[in-house]
């Protein structure tokens, strides 16, 4: 180990918890299980608040607002209603929420993350952890836990002070309860990259809320063009877990919300969202951050909650 704090998982929220406790001089171990970054557009809004505390770590606003665009607006189409929000507050590069693809948030934090040092060990996964509960470990110095890890030079354990797990809301470690351990809610989101057909294509800048026909859902417009849309899904007899064909986008986006799409869907993800959130997110050495902390029913603002709590765990483990 370099420090005696492991943090599993480089998603956005390990990544910047790992970026604080690297601008206070607190050396820590970040380990991944995945091969190298993860890709795709996933989350794509980022608000203010987040743009505050991203700022402050030195991923500056500048460089995330060249990444991305900004979103000024919502406009809600509801049950023949038409009502419009104005999303910004003031003046400023903070004003307006961004909207980035979740990719190049996460190489940012990346890229500051190794200008302070630090690095990713890609392909180690996080098997499990065990506490000492007061004897002596098998390693002598009494570690509050030994973890056991997996890489590319087989399995390894080592002793830790702290072992933050922010292995998001799929991940599984042996010792640590996570939602991954939780049964889904009963239902289900459709999210998709799609083009929408001219006469269906939103303002620029502007987030629609549709509720006109048989369901709900919205568009949320993409960094580089194009659009997400969300959409309640019915349950599916053919198997709750099954992947929407990219017709099937199509037609569920026209039945549901009454919008017209151009060619198929790029990434199509069908989730089904555990609600929940732990017991105690500190619990002796381990924490727990960002989405393996708690699952929201809908797959959105947990990005930029963990974030939030990154930052806030960072200066705390550091002090
Ligand atoms: C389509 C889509 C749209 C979304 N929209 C929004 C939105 O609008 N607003 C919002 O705030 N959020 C949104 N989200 C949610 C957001 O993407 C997640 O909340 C966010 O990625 C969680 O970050 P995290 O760092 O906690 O976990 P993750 O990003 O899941 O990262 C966890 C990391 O841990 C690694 N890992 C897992 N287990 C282990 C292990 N045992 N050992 C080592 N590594 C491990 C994984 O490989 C992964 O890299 C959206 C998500 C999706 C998919």
């Not at 209603?81 to 909207?99: K, M, N, Q, T, Y």
């Not at 470690?173 to 799609?194: C, E, Q």
């Not at 929408?196 to 809320?209: F, L, N, R, S, Y």
């Not at 105690?280 to 381990?286: E, I, R, T």
């Amino acid at each position: 180990m370099t420090g005696r704090i492991l943090i599993a998982g480089a998603g956005p929220s390990g990544l910047l918890c790992a970026v604080e406790l690297a601008a206070r001089g607190v050396p820590c171990r970040v380990v991944d299980r995945r091969p190298g970054p993860a890709g795709g557009s996933r989350c794509p809004t980022l608000w203010q608040r987040t743009l505050r505390v991203l700022d402050a770590a030195g991923v500056s606003v500048e460089a995330l607002r060249r990444a991305g665009t900004a979103l000024e607006r919502k406009r809600f189409l509801i049950a023949g209603a038409d009502a419009e929000v104005d999303l910004r507050s003031g003046d400023g590069p903070f004003a307006a929420p961004l909207l980035i693809r979740q990719e190049d948030l996460e190489r940012l934090l990346l890229e500051r993350l190794r200008a302070l040092g630090g690095a990713v060990e890609y392909g180690v996964e996080l098997l499990e952890v065990r506490r000492n509960d007061g004897g002596a470990s098998r390693h002598g110095a009494g570690a509050p836990a030994v973890v056991v890890l997996r890489g590319p030079d087989g399995v390894e354990e080592a002793p830790v002070d702290r072992v933050v797990c922010a292995t998001g809301a799929a991940g599984r470690v042996a010792g640590v309860t996570g939602p991954a351990d939780v049964a889904p809610v009963g239902m289900r989101w459709l999210l998709a990259d799609v083009s929408v057909a001219p006469e269906d294509t939103p303002a620029p800048g502007v987030e629609h809320i549709l509720r006109d026909h048989a369901g709900h859902g919205g568009l949320v417009p993409l960094p580089g063009g194009g659009h997400r849309l969300f959409l309640a899904l019915p349950d599916d007899p053919a198997g709750a877990d099954r992947q929407p064909t990219p017709a099937e986008v199509v037609e569920a986006a026209r039945r549901s919300v009454g919008v017209r799409l151009t060619g198929e869907p790029g990434a199509i993800w069908a989730v089904r969202p555990r609600s929940w959130v732990a017991d105690a997110f500190v619990d002796g050495p381990v924490v727990l951050l960002g989405d393996a902390a708690r699952s929201f029913p809908m797959p959105v603002h947990g990005l930029n909650t963990g974030l939030q709590e990154a930052a806030e765990l960072g200066w705390k483990l550091a002090a």
